[in-house]
């Protein structure tokens, strides 16, 4: 490995992951003073300020590879850290990638999940910026986020003020119709920016712990050919929305309309949520992907081993 990457490397995990030096000498088989003299070197090069600019090279060319190889829009991989939570390391680059893009009087959407959740604690503007937040759905843990998020941003918060999941698709349907939540779903369409995460039909998933779906409820998900959800909606392999009961029953934007969205961005990180990427980038419900290099390197090998892999053609109108 050379000094660059060296110091590239040694910079995220001291700034961005809050290792120890000694740590970090022990993980690149380095001597502590070696990476002091690595770390000062960060910041001589211009490589740290208040962010990491740049990734290991290894990150960057497999960046090109996901955006070539899935049409996407933008990519941010980075390294993994076998000590730290992947979703823990993969929320920390999506604030980052957000804190470089964000301008003032943007609306940022918000889903909801582990991920987002950390998330909205890694922010870290020491500017003007001015940022407004809505929810894209229902549900206290939207609702917690969004106050987080809007409190760092100084802006604006607006929220779908309801639950995730109504008792019955009747009332699913009168409460959409309300105007405050009615308006919060259309101006959920007009995010410049909005970061979700994906799920997986397992007990873990955050709908689940949170309570919104029982043992019974999973299981015949799952044998409806599950692999993945976006926003409590879940699709197959193929990336299509499946027709489930509990679809109906939820207050939250529609994943069709992602992708006529400006800027959806995932967060999602794990190789088990490898076949739930794939699925949900095959329907273009996003056009960026934040996540680590272990995972993207699994996406890239699941396509090689799948050569009919077809992506839907974009279409924003």
């Known amino acids: 490995m050379d000094i660059e990457q060296l110091t590239i490397r040694a910079a995220w995990y001291y700034y ?3 290792m ?7 993980k690149l088989n380095l001597s502590r003073m070696k990476v002091v003299r690595l770390l000062e070197k960060a910041k001589q090069d211009g490589i740290v300020s208040v962010h990491v600019k740049s990734p290991i090279n290894n990150c960057l060319e497999i960046e090109q590879k996901l955006i070539t190889t899935f049409q996407l829009d933008d990519a ?3 390294p993994y850290d076998r000590s730290q939570h992947v979703n823990q390391t993969v929320a920390q680059a999506a604030a980052q990638y957000l804190e470089l893009r964000l301008r003032s009087n943007d609306l940022l959407g918000i889903g909801w999940g582990d991920t987002i959740s950390r998330m909205a604690v ?6 003007e910026r001015r940022i407004n937040v809505v929810t894209l ?3 206290i843990l939207s609702y917690d986020i969004g106050g987080r998020l809007s409190t760092v941003f100084k802006g604006k918060l607006y929220v779908i003020n309801a ?4 008792s019955s698709v009747e009332l699913c349907e009168a409460l959409k119709q309300e105007p405050t939540i009615k308006d919060a779903l259309e101006m959920a369409r007009l995010a410049n920016y909005s970061v979700v995460g994906i799920g997986i039909p397992d007990r873990n998933a955050s709908i689940v712990k949170a309570g919104y779906l029982s043992e019974v409820d999973l299981q015949m998900i799952s044998s409806q050919g599950a692999v993945g959800d976006l926003l409590g909606q879940f699709f197959d392999e193929q990336g299509r929305k499946l027709d489930l009961p509990i679809h109906r029953r939820l207050i939250n934007l529609d994943i069709e309309k992602l992708r006529g969205m400006s800027n959806v961005i995932v967060a999602a990180g794990g190789t088990h949520k490898v076949k739930a990427i794939v699925a949900a980038l095959q329907q273009r ?7 680590d290099e272990v995972t993207a390197s699994e996406l890239l090998a699941h396509i090689h081993n799948n050569p009919h892999y077809k992506i839907r053609e974009m279409n924003r109108g």
């Open 20 to 26: 120890t030096q000694e740590a970090i000498a022990k």
């Open 16 to 18: 961005k992951t809050d």
């Open 285 to 291: 419900y996003f056009h960026t992907l934040v996540t």
């Open 122 to 127: 890694c922010f870290n503007l020491n500017d």
């Open 163 to 166: 639950p995730i999941m109504a």
């Open 137 to 139: 759905s229902g549900g």
């Open 76 to 78: 941010m991989v980075v």
